[in-house]
């Protein structure tokens, strides 16, 4: 009978053999009793009390110096026969303490319930054996993550290169499993191996929002919708094999899912090409890859705008400039920004001239930086909302383009400053690093905001610039607050 059941995400929860850890010889464990065989262990946990069980949830290594054990051969007998039925991995008994050996009638205990035993010597405190443990899961999670982020670049690479049906192919051999995709009226997309078929996805997942399971002896399915709506999917997934998913598999099914709405949902082929290539980028593909054709050099010279304009994505892609551009959400959620365009540097003096109406920029980039250059180009963003664009740091390229454009400006205020002996360009520097708050600009330069505005209309009448235009505070942010 099948049971059905919502499958949350769940973590990379792993475990220790017990086998490992008693071959670490810097501890000095010895197996006394072998138990039934090699259990997993998620923790060592030091527990001096006498009815252990309330403490355990399965998979302890259960550390005692026996301090709190029973005397009687029954009472041991009750206290083993209680880690054994709430999971205890194993029982470790430091000897040298209260008991110079391990109790026979404890030793006979663990051999009827098959509860492994360990002899812990006197010099190995049990916090080194907690933190051999803690370390290994450590090193396994990691290890396992690298696998798992592995697989994510595989599968991004695969939907660039063909599509579903490699997309398809790729997760069912990741997984070891059959892989069905099928659209939202259950028409077939692609199938890999023993897939689970399209009545039974459709048995499976009628009034059930979310990803479901489905268990039977020796079939384990599971179904993933994706989309943007979990209520209202686009399609599903489906994954089959005759053993349980794990939590990386899971993790593994529900990228694909995201690449499969990259590469469904968007109604032209070359957006959705432009989409799965920066995120690509941010997957680790190596720049010959991911920019073949792209107009975009593969040695560094990107820049990542963040902005909120579709007019100027229009206008950049009529023209023929080379870019990738992605609507952020879609590559990675990201709060008010609703494009992340790659550029030449080259392309900076234009950007700078017609930039969008809100714009991040990230600094100069090589493919590997991606990652970076995102959070740059949305913190700039951030900062950007009085101005309308704003550098991360120093942009290398567009300074010609800056000076261009508003050196005139700077050189004015220059000389003023120099001949009149006044403040300009200290002023207006101040305000415009506070983002245009005069109250907190004053502050900085201990003069009265009324003193600091009295200076910013002289700046205008001395530059020829309207402070008020933001496309005029970004040039001269670029050029005096960098």
């Known amino acids: ?62 550390l005692t110096t026996g301090i709190r054990l029973p005397r009687s051969a029954a009472g041991q007998e009750s206290y083993v026969a209680g880690l054994a039925a709430h999971g205890a991995a194993a029982l470790g008994f ?35 054996i907690a933190r051999t443990v803690s370390d290994r899961l450590a090193e396994l999670r990691s290890r396992r993550l690298k696998e798992v982020l592995d697989g994510q670049r595989s599968l991004t690479r695969s939907a660039l290169r063909g599509g ?11 997984i070891e499993g059959g892989v069905l995709v099928a659209g939202a009226e ?15 996805l459709h048995v499976e997942t009628a009034g059930r929002p979310g990803a479901v399971a489905a268990l039977a002896p020796g ?47 968007e109604p ?37 705008v963040a902005h909120d304009d579709d007019a100027w994505v229009s206008g950049w892609e009529r023209k023929g400039r080379p870019g990738l551009h992605a609507p952020a959400a879609m590559v990675r959620a990201t709060p008010d920004i609703t494009w992340m365009s790659l550029i030449a540097a080259e392309d900076l003096p234009r950007l700078v001239e017609r930039a969008p109406r809100r714009a991040g920029v990230s600094s100069s980039l090589v493919a590997e930086d991606l990652g970076r250059g995102w959070s740059e180009a949305a913190a700039a963003f951030d900062r950007a909302a009085p101005m309308g664009l704003v550098a991360a740091g120093e942009v290398a390229g567009s ?72 496309r005029t505070r970004a040039l001269l942010t670029l050029a005096l607050v960098g």
């Open 164 to 174: 579903v049906a490699a997309l398809t192919r790729t997760l069912g051999r990741l």
């Open 268 to 304: 032209t082929a070359e957006r959705t090409e432009q989409v799965v290539l920066l995120r690509g980028l941010l997957d680790g593909f190596t720049a010959a890859d991911a920019l073949r054709g792209c107009a975009l050099p593969d040695r560094g010279g990107l820049h990542l």
């Open 399 to 470: 300074r010609r383009a800056v000076d261009q454009l508003a050196g005139a400006w700077v050189a004015a205020l220059t000389s003023y400053d120099e001949e009149q002996g006044t403040a300009l360009v200290p002023t207006l520097t101040a305000w415009l690093g506070q983002h245009g708050n005069a109250d907190r600009a004053a502050t900085e330069l201990g003069c009265h905001r009324h003193t600091l505005r009295h200076r910013l209309r002289k700046v205008g009448e001395v530059a020829g610039v309207d402070l008020d235009d933001p």
């Open 1 to 62: 009978m099948w049971i059905m059941y919502a499958s949350p995400l769940d973590d990379l929860s792993t475990a220790v053999p017990l086998s490992w850890l008693v071959a670490r010889r810097e501890l000095g464990l010895t197996l006394r009793v072998i138990g039934a065989g090699d259990p997993a262990v998620w923790i060592a946990h030091a527990i001096e009390v006498t009815e252990p069980e309330e403490w355990l949830r399965g998979g302890e290594f259960v």
């Open 94 to 128: 430091g000897v040298g303490m209260r008991f110079a050996e391990i109790p026979e009638a404890l030793v006979a205990a663990c051999a009827e319930t098959r509860l492994p035993l360990v002899e812990v010597p006197l010099p190995t405190p049990f916090v080194a």
């Open 219 to 265: 079939k384990n399915q599971e179904f993933v919708p994706f989309g943007p709506s979990a209520q209202s999917p686009m399609g599903w997934i489906g994954i089959q094999r005759t053993w349980p998913f794990g939590s990386s598999e899971r993790l593994l099914v529900q990228h694909a899912a995201a690449l499969l709405a990259l590469l469904l949902v």
């Open 186 to 200: 259950g028409g077939c997309l692609a199938r890999h191996g023993a897939a689970p078929s399209v009545h039974e």
